[in-house]
């Protein structure tokens, strides 16, 4: 079976390259990823790679926005081609071209095998060109599709609600952790080594800074409580959505300069392990629109740090179906101090998170075990 990864990297790719990973280990699964030539992953020791896609990276933004929008059309065509000419059973789509749907679902037909995805976000928040345009399609691919995968019973009933998809055609498959590598430093070490107080509790915010994470919500909170956590946020920005320098004036004219530490800009693995082996917790105070999984917080739980998260709506089903953390009543200042001061409780009376059982529960090897199941189902 093949898996189409239009992005070379990012954190779907990552989380593709663990899911290829675990189907690769089924008897009589033979996976391949169909990749840009720049796929990070490349090459993959447990499955095959076809480097067939057209190059979408440019370092000219100008001419990335062209080979972006071009890769909509020629790569789920080539995709399809490959598919047909190597006889492959399956495609899954791990991101969705769905502005050229109509464009390559003829094609898509005549090759004639089933197409399945996975649909992280079930909408956009973004429009590439005609948000109209763009929404009709991507219902219309969600109901021509063979079968979808979530990570929520929030997501089915998003699902079905937005595109009126069958919700027998939707499958809930886990989302595995995720390591950075192994840590051997100790946390003291660390935080000597990070310059974090070694007194105080550490919260860590990890991950690209974007409006939808609510951070401005999360420094207003710490404003209004006595819980006194040193707060590190790391990640990188995006042009799009408010930097580093908002959030410092903001921390500044909260009063929160020396408990606030943002460090903008893309980190090596190593040092991701380090910051989160460093911290007490992680935070992960975003809005409650927001309604995907996290990947920042399979990284926790593979570090074994409890999470704090807000109203929304999979981090918080994930959370309160599996105590790895304190999910709050809303996304507010007000709801997530609440969550903070109950936090620190936690950690101060030595409470037990269900690490073990959230890594057992949520993991790649179930993932890959459901989903395989659906392609066998297919076929048949």
């Known amino acids: 079976m093949g898996v189409y990864v239009f992005f070379p990297g990012g954190g779907i790719g990552r989380y593709t390259h663990r899911l290829m990973t675990a189907l690769a280990r089924h008897e009589a699964v033979a996976v391949e990823a169909l990749c840009t030539p720049e796929y990070a992953w490349a090459p993959a020791e447990a499955y095959a790679t076809w480097p067939g896609l057209a190059r979408i990276s440019h370092r000219i933004p100008a001419l990335r926005r062209w080979r972006f929008l071009k890769g909509q059309f020629v790569n789920p065509a080539r995709a399809l081609e490959h598919v047909r000419s190597a006889e492959l059973d399956v495609l899954h789509l791990a991101n969705i071209n769905h502005l050229s749907f109509p464009y390559w679902r003829r094609r898509a037909e005549r090759v004639g095998v089933p197409v399945v995805a996975s649909a992280h976000d079930v909408t956009r928040g973004k429009r590439?060109?005609?948000?109209?345009?763009?929404?009709?399609?991507?219902?219309?691919?969600?109901?021509?599709?063979?079968?979808?995968?979530?990570?929520?019973?929030?997501?089915?009933?998003?699902?079905?609600?937005?595109?009126?998809?069958?919700?027998?055609?939707?499958?809930?498959?886990?989302?595995?952790?995720?390591?950075?590598?192994?840590?051997?430093?100790?946390?003291?070490?660390?935080?000597?080594?990070?310059?974090?107080?070694?007194?105080?509790?550490?919260?860590?915010?990890?991950?690209?800074?974007?409006?939808?994470?609510?951070?401005?919500?999360?420094?207003?909170?710490?404003?209004?409580?006595?819980?006194?956590p040193y707060l590190m946020v790391a990640g990188a920005e995006d042009d799009r959505h408010r930097g580093a320098a908002h959030y410092r004036r903001l921390a500044d004219d909260l009063g929160l300069?020396?408990?606030?530490?943002?460090?903008?800009?893309?980190?090596?693995?190593?040092?991701?392990?380090?910051?989160?082996?460093?911290?007490?917790?992680?935070?992960?105070?975003?809005?409650?629109?927001?309604?995907?999984?996290?990947?920042?917080?399979?990284?926790?739980?593979?570090?074994?740090?409890?999470v704090l998260v807000s109203s929304a709506p999979v981090l918080h089903e994930t959370v309160t179906a599996c105590d790895i953390g304190v999910a709050c009543s809303g996304d507010t200042p007000a709801a997530l101090a609440r969550g903070i001061e109950r936090l620190h409780r936690r950690l101060a009376t030595g409470h037990q998170h269900a690490f073990s059982a959230y890594r057992d529960r949520?993991?790649?090897?179930?993932?890959?075990?459901?989903?395989?199941?659906?392609?066998?189902?297919?076929?048949?």
């Open 128 to 228: 590439i060109l005609s948000r109209m345009w763009e929404t009709r399609q991507l219902r219309a691919f969600y109901r021509w599709a063979d079968a979808l995968f979530v990570h929520s019973a929030h997501q089915v009933r998003e699902l079905t609600a937005f595109a009126e998809v069958a919700p027998e055609a939707v499958h809930v498959v886990p989302h595995g952790p995720y390591t950075h590598g192994t840590v051997s430093a100790s946390k003291a070490a660390l935080r000597r080594q990070w310059d974090l107080p070694a007194e105080r509790p550490v919260a860590l915010m990890f991950g690209k800074l974007r409006d939808d994470k609510n951070l401005e919500g999360l420094l207003r909170a710490l404003a209004r409580t006595d819980a006194s």
């Open 362 to 380: 949520f993991s790649w090897r179930e993932n890959a075990a459901r989903t395989v199941s659906v392609y066998r189902s297919l076929l048949a």
């Open 257 to 306: 300069r020396a408990s606030v530490r943002i460090r903008p800009g893309r980190l090596e693995d190593a040092a991701v392990g380090e910051l989160f082996v460093a911290a007490d917790w992680v935070a992960l105070p975003y809005s409650a629109s927001f309604t995907s999984q996290s990947g920042v917080l399979n990284v926790a739980a593979h570090y074994e740090r409890p």
